[in-house]
């Protein structure tokens, strides 16, 4: 499997709603690394990194996000600097 690093940029009712420690779970149930985050602009945050599949699977549940979510729009792009994450933290 190809290893991947990405980086998501949610839009729409995503804070408030849980959505990054549902993000975590998704992702450690996907054994995906990485860490998401809130953002001022009221958007969240997040770099998935790990097998192309698994990255995939959660950047799927991203686009519907937990139920009390409504998300509008998922940007994904390619980070310019790739680190390597061990883990899968929520960042304040």
């Known amino acids: 499997m ?7 940029r949610i839009s729409g009712r995503v804070q408030g ?5 549902y993000t975590r779970e998704t ?3 996907h054994g995906v690394n ?16 790990g097998e192309d ?3 995939g699977s959660v950047i799927r549940w991203c686009h519907d996000g ?3 979510a409504w998300v509008e729009k998922v940007e994904v792009t390619v980070p310019t600097e790739i680190e390597s994450y ?6 304040h």
Not at 34 to 49: F, I, K, M
Not at 86 to 91: A, E, G, L, P, T
């Open 86 to 91: 061990q883990d899968f933290s929520v960042r």
């Open 66 to 68: 937990p139920s009390a």
């Open 34 to 49: 990485g860490w998401v985050r809130n953002c001022p602009d009221g958007s969240v945050e997040a770099v998935l990194q």
């Open 2 to 8: 190809k290893q991947v690093t990405v980086k998501l």
């Open 17 to 21: 709603v849980c959505f990054r420690h």
């Open 53 to 55: 599949t698994a990255v």
């Open 27 to 29: 992702a450690l149930a």
